[in-house]
């Protein structure tokens, strides 16, 4: 068994799937519907957010006039209708391959729905890298930061040792409140000039985590 030299938390949609684009084609979608503004690529990652229901007002929804949760669920079944079309970022797989070479202990902390997130790990056949998968109990995007500290409970270690990588503030504001160490890679569902306001280094891409940790 290799030596276990710290541990890494990765975030899964935006960080290591390229899921932008079927997320910015499922809203799209939506709005043409109610004759509201669609999104360009950059629009999008100017304005998504968590909690997810404030980007759904900034774009044009009403929920006086429709149910969140209704709205919520159409948006994520024409999601997983196009989750197919999705791979890994290019360079997700060597980064993988290059921590778990040097003995760093993955794992994975999603607002993914548990077992689509179990079954969208697997499908791309990189369930191997990781010690721990972990989602939330719905679809609303909620939960993440409990299973955070769950995580880090169940498994002992330390949080100031720890690295967590995504490509959101939300990602940032979860390592804080954790307690661990946080780099964001801007490449996913939020751009670089936002990624800047957390504070913590920002990557152009994974593959620039090699030299990172090198270094």
């Not at 997700?92 to 999603?110: H, K, M, N, T």
């Not at 503030?169 to 307690?179: K, P």
């Not at 306001?197 to 090198?214: C, D, I, R, Y």
Request: net charge negative.
């Amino acid at each position: 068994m290799k030596p276990v030299r710290t541990t890494i938390i990765w975030d899964w949609n935006g960080t290591l799937l390229d899921d932008v684009t079927i997320c910015i084609e499922a809203i799209n979608a939506m709005l043409a519907e109610r004759r509201l503004r669609v999104l360009t690529r950059e629009m999008y990652r100017e304005v998504f957010t968590f909690p997810v229901i404030d980007y759904y007002r900034q774009v044009g929804f009403d929920f006086e006039k429709e149910n969140w949760e209704t709205v919520a669920m159409d948006f994520m079944n024409r999601y997983f209708d196009k989750l197919i079309q999705s791979n890994l970022f290019a360079d997700a797989e060597p980064v993988l391959e290059f921590f778990d070479q040097l003995g760093y202990r993955q794992l994975i902390l999603s607002a993914m729905e548990q077992q689509s997130l179990t079954v969208s790990v697997m499908g791309k056949g990189i369930g191997r890298y990781f010690q721990r998968i972990v989602g939330i109990g719905n679809h609303y995007a909620a939960g993440k930061l409990g299973n955070g500290h769950a995580m880090i409970d169940e498994h002992s270690f330390a949080a100031d040792s720890t690295w967590f990588i995504g490509d959101t503030l939300h990602d940032a504001d979860i390592a804080r409140e954790l307690g661990c160490r946080c780099l964001l890679v801007a490449n996913g569902h939020q751009d670089r000039k936002r990624l800047y306001q957390a504070g913590v280094p920002v990557l152009n891409s994974l593959m620039e985590l090699k030299s990172f940790f090198t270094n």
